[in-house]
């Protein structure tokens, strides 16, 4: 079972690129202190990557806001052109490798997303794109888009599980898009092959699951998620984001089990409509769930823990 802490922290809307959201939190431990990304909008719902930073020994304890934006939006024509959403960080060296998610808007289906890489080499204050162009993007195995990876390096094998929109169906004069999560394999995080393996797929009720998070915990792969229906998930809890689980023995192979997620919304409050876009990490002999509630991370983001099993 997972222990709530509560809320850390939502955008006051004092800065110009910060209006709203702290949204798909991402902890990253930095010696004396753990710094948390996230994706935040501007007026014009244009979002960009920031942090803030955490007192590692209480993590409800704010340190530092930053000022400004580490990624902003491409240029006019690009994958990213209408803002860029963090998704996973990595040390690769001296630098930090930023995998993170480019929008596009779309006339027809509200919104197109794919893959992008940025690095920085200045500690994680900024990051510049690898290419301009995505990594990833749509393709015979992805019909509609990709997003949100979840990457971890094994050896000489760079491991993705990502998001992939397989179709949009118009719910309620509304474009919807249904998204499972697929598996792909690197040897440099650069290049990847995709077969169309599906980790985590559709089922009566699921019609699209949230940011991956994948760890190792023993001999076993573990995966959280959120997941919803796609209708009136917006505004109807019973058919809005949740917290489920799965685990693996190999990481390809995935055995859905949702009632071991150990964490449910709250009765009232911050997540009491929604949970949604985990990262699980481990820190001081625990592990940290941070997650976002109600509005998909408009209301912020809050954490999690849980004692560490070995």
Request: charged share 25%; hydrophobic share 30%.
């Amino acid at each position: 079972m997972w222990t709530k802490h509560g809320l850390i922290y939502k955008p006051d809307g004092s800065k110009p690129f910060s209006r709203t959201h702290a949204q798909v939190p991402f902890g990253y431990p930095m010696g004396d202190k753990l710094r948390v990304y996230f994706s935040t909008r501007d007026e014009n719902i244009s979002s960009a990557v920031s942090f803030v930073e955490l007192n590692p020994d209480n993590l409800s304890e704010v340190t530092y806001i930053h000022d400004k934006a580490c990624l902003t939006k491409g240029a006019v024509g690009m994958f990213d052109e209408t803002g860029t959403m963090p998704s996973w960080f990595l040390p690769v060296e001296d630098e930090i490798w930023l995998y993170y998610t480019g929008w596009n808007k779309s006339e027809t289906a509200s919104y197109r997303l794919g893959i992008g890489l940025a690095i920085s080499r200045d500690g994680g204050l900024t990051f510049q794109r690898k290419y301009n162009g995505p990594l990833m993007d749509r393709s015979i195995y992805d019909q509609v888009w990709v997003a949100q990876p979840c990457v971890i390096r094994e050896g000489d094998t760079w491991r993705m599980w990502y998001l992939s929109c397989t179709k949009i169906d118009v719910i309620n004069g509304h474009p919807e898009p249904f998204y499972d999560v697929k598996y792909a394999e690197s040897k440099d995080g650069i290049t990847w092959e995709r077969t169309g393996h599906v980790c985590v797929g559709y089922d009566e009720f699921t019609d699209a699951i949230g940011r991956p998070t994948v760890y190792k915990d023993g001999d076993l792969y573990k995966m959280y998620f959120s997941y919803r229906n796609a209708t009136n998930y917006r505004t109807d809890v019973k058919r809005s984001y949740r917290i489920g689980y799965a685990q693996s023995k190999d990481g390809i192979t995935w055995e859905r089990k949702d009632e071991l997620a150990g964490i449910e919304r709250s009765a009232q409050g911050w997540d009491s409509l929604m949970m949604d876009y985990c990262h699980i990490f481990p820190h001081q002999n625990q592990w940290v769930m941070f997650y976002n509630g109600n509005g998909f991370g408009a209301s912020g983001f809050g954490y999690a823990t849980q004692p560490a099993t070995n």
